[in-house]
């Protein structure tokens, strides 16, 4: 034990003393103790690489003005030495080495050491060290901190004769400018590093992003961006925006007015007359006294903004021609017809009666064609009301005519841009909506209702009608020009009783496709209803045999299809057609006493899925699995409307 009186020394020293007491620390021990392997050297300098860097300036400085120390370091917080600096005029009377160690057991309470466990400035002078060899030496030491915790000190050892314990307050100096500065390198590693990220999702976005300065020059531009205003991204970015493109930049106007927007549209001319459409959305950023200070841009071709409302939609073709059924020859000659007209880029007119699959050819035409990844797009000409028709099929500019909406709307002949639209019963087209459809086809130019802007127009036109078009020209129902336009390439699709040969291939498609959609086992039709079937004319065509079997797959209650369940609405109005023609066709035909007719049982289905779907058709046609036709058919048979 040092002999000394307790009330001389400060608490610190006495602990210390103390420490060293119960670790048996050898009091004639050297001034540091070094044991560490090269590769635990190597690790222990890599992981304190940044705060050795940060440290390196203040240590040069230290030593190179304060010659009353003998050297400065760098510790961290496990006692190891992490850089070490002689003062200016000493050289080697003192070692202190970079992985050299102060612990209290192997060389006793250094100012080091006991300013780690005090985590507080702490000086210790000559024989207040316990350990000899720092008897002549004053030793400082003051802990560095970052975000509150201790991650090391910054230490100075001198002659006790040159240094004071004043002098703590330069080393505590030094202390103080390594934290601030350890913190603020963090501060703007995490900073650089949350930059990183954020440019990485602007670069990585699919929009185009620019921002600009107060006065029109671009600050910022993605290469998406770039590539959208086919303009060169590096030399961009310091230019004014009405320079690197040579249209007038809209987002100028946004300077000018102080108000951004939201996804508007833009049609652009270049000078060269190419156009670009484009959606945008601007912000403008404002300082706290109003001033704009920046304009975020954000835009998109708006052929991807199309793609994502079509593929909300839907309107992609589902069906290709392996999904049509039937070897008949007529079919078979449908369909070679059908491929051919695939391959050209001509207008296409499909005929056929009702559901002979005059859509399930469209899809397959268009799903058979270089378009097939681009949009299929229907509408049905004769499902719309006449007044909307144009809308629909041109769209509008906000507020255009009463009803519109304000934002204004999309026509499908935009949204099939690059793909097919599908004109269904273009025989029920109003004669005015005909000339308008006549010069989109001949110009391949559309202008929205109430708008200027002249979009091109690259669309694929098929068309389909169960009318006799030809015979509606006569009439003057259907412009004759129209009919040429469109009738470029034909496919006639027959009735199904003219192809009875492809009724057993169907039934067969629609049982398959029926057991695994209703999870049923039927393995084939008896040769009654077979029969009962083939005897029928099938004026409904496939889609009448489709749901006919659904009906019976339905109600079968063993593995096989029997008369008892195909249920056909007209069949006996048609075996009596078949007989007698001359039968008045408005007869009702009265079955058995208990029994209500078909039509009092599909008037009151029709009804009430009418009343559950609110009156929307297209709700209706789902909840009876039937078209949207049938269902507008249905109504004006039964002046369901009226009631
Ligand atoms: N050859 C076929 N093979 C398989 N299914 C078919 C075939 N022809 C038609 N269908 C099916 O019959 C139903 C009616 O077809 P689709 O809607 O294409 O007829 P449509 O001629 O457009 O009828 P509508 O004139 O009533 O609009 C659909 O469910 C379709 O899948
Ligand atoms: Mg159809």
Redesign the pocket.
């Known amino acids: 034990m040092v002999q000394v009186s307790a009330k001389t020394y400060p608490d610190y020293v006495l602990k210390g003393w103390r420490r060293c007491e119960e670790k048996n620390t050898d009091i004639n021990s050297g001034l540091c103790f070094f044991n560490i392997s090269s590769f635990d050297l190597n690790v222990l300098l890599t992981e304190n690489k940044d705060l050795i860097e940060r440290s390196e300036y203040v240590l040069d400085s230290l030593t190179e003005y304060m010659n009353p120390f003998i050297s400065a370091m760098l510790v961290n917080r496990n006692g190891y030495i992490l850089k070490e600096k002689k003062c200016k005029g000493h050289t080697d009377s003192v070692n202190f080495p970079v992985g050299g160690r102060f612990l209290e057991k192997f060389n006793g309470n250094t100012a080091i050491s006991t300013s780690i466990i005090e985590n507080n400035p702490v000086c210790l002078v000559g024989e207040e060290h316990y350990c000899k060899s720092y008897y002549n030496y004053t030793t400082l030491s003051v802990p560095i901190h970052s975000d509150g915790e201790i991650i090391g000190v910054f230490s100075a050892i001198g002659l006790k004769t040159n240094v004071s314990k004043s002098a703590l307050g330069m080393i505590a100096a030094a202390a103080k400018a390594i934290s601030i500065g350890f913190d603020a390198d963090k501060e703007n590693k995490q900073l650089m590093a949350k930059n990183k990220y954020e440019s990485t999702i602007v670069e990585t976005m699919i929009d185009g992003v620019l921002t600009v300065d107060k006065d029109g020059f671009i600050m910022f531009m993605n290469q998406v961006g770039a590539d959208i205003l086919g303009v060169d991204r590096e030399s961009s970015i310091g230019k004014h925006a009405a320079d690197i493109v040579d249209f007038k930049p809209v987002i100028l106007d946004v300077l000018k007015t102080g108000k951004g927007y939201v996804d508007k549209e833009f049609l652009i001319t270049k000078k060269s007359g190419e156009k670009t459409h484009f959606v945008k959305t601007a912000v403008p950023i404002k300082d706290d006294k109003g001033n704009i200070v920046t304009v975020v841009d954000t835009f998109r071709k708006i052929n991807r903004v199309n793609k994502l409302v079509n593929k909300m939609n839907g309107a992609y073709a589902n ?1 290709s021609f392996d ?4 070897s008949s020859h007529k ?1 078979k000659d449908c369909i070679t017809k059908a491929k051919a007209a695939a391959k050209s880029m001509s207008n296409v007119l499909i005929t ?11 899809q397959s035409i268009h799903s058979y064609s270089q378009r097939k990844n681009q949009p299929f797009v229907s509408i ?1 000409c004769g499902a719309i009301p006449r007044e909307l028709l144009e809308s629909e099929l041109f769209g509008y500019e906000p507020g255009s005519f009463t009803g519109a909406s304000k934002k204004g709307r999309t026509g499908k002949f935009e949204l099939a841009e690059g793909g097919t639209i599908f004109l ?2 273009i025989g029920e087209m109003p004669l005015d909506m005909q000339v308008k459809l006549l010069r989109v086809i001949q110009e391949k130019k559309l202008t929205r209702i109430g708008g200027n802007a002249v979009f091109d127009l690259d669309v694929r036109i098929i068309a ?1 009608t ?1 009318k006799d078009l030809f015979e509606e020209c006569r009439k003057g129902a259907f412009r004759e020009d129209l009919y040429y336009r469109i009738n470029v390439l034909h496919v006639m ?1 027959p009735p199904l009783r003219e192809r009875k040969d ?1 009724i057993n291939e ?1 039934i067969h ?1 629609f049982i398959n496709k029926l057991n695994l959609k209703l999870d049923k086992d039927i393995r084939g039709i008896s040769p009654e209803a077979m029969n009962k079937i083939m005897q029928y004319s099938w004026p409904g ?3 009448e ?2 749901n006919t079997i659904e009906r019976a797959v339905n109600l079968c209650k063993t593995d096989t299809i029997t008369e008892k369940d195909i249920f056909i609405e007209n069949f006996h109005k048609d075996l009596q057609l078949s007989v007698e023609d001359t039968k008045d066709l408005t007869t009702e035909i009265i079955s058995e006493t208990e029994i209500e007719p078909l039509e009092v049982i599909e008037k009151r289905a029709i009804e009430r899925a009418l009343n559950i779907a609110g009156g929307n058709i297209t709700t209706t046609a789902n909840l009876l699995k039937v ?1 949207r ?2 269902i507008y058919n249905k109504i004006k048979r039964y002046n369901l409307l009226s009631s």
Do not use: M, P, Q, Y
């Not at 999904?323 to 039937?326: E, Q, S, T």
């Not at 056929?352 to 469209?362: D, F, P, V």
């Open positions: 069906f999904d049509i059924i039937g079919i056929g009666e009702s559901g002979t699959g005059k859509e399930l050819i469209a049905n269904d019963e389909a169960n699709l492809d169907l498609h065509n496939v889609r045999l489709e078209t036709n049938t």
